[in-house]
């Protein structure tokens, strides 16, 4: 995943500069912002690429001279079939409707999104891979 991390990084710095550019010329703090957000979220997944690729090292496909054989075996992790997007999914909803319909049923979405988040992140957190 380091070529896909160096990627990522010009990209990253392709909007720092253009943020820059930007807002040094036009003033406009909507558009630079926009940049500015642009270039953190570039930030962010060059971020993820590199860690993985520091954890993971080289995969197969990034070797030149790599043979298929070399990329059999357990690929990842995987986790089993579960109902936490369905929850999530109805607690975001939830949660949108209670900011037309009432506090109450925004409290109440927002207690089902934050049990279906928690869903997401939580379950495997013993694992050690």
Do not use: H, K
Request: with cysteine; aromatic share 16%.
């Amino acid at each position: 995943m380091r070529r896909e991390a160096l990627l990522f990084a010009g990209v990253t710095l392709f909007f720092a500069v253009a943020a820059a550019i930007y807002g040094w010329w036009s003033y406009e703090p909507t558009g630079t912002a926009a940049l500015i957000v642009a270039a953190l979220m570039a930030a962010l997944i060059t971020f993820y690429l590199w860690y993985q690729y520091r954890r993971t090292g080289l995969r197969p496909e990034d070797l030149g001279d790599a043979e298929v054989a070399n990329g059999a075996g357990p690929v990842g992790f995987f986790p089993p079939d579960t109902a936490y997007p369905v929850l999530t999914a109805a607690g975001m909803a939830v949660t949108a409707a209670g900011v037309v319909l009432g506090l109450w049923l925004f409290l109440l979405g927002a207690g089902v999104l934050l049990t279906g988040v928690c869903g997401f992140v939580f379950p495997f957190g013993d694992r050690e891979n």
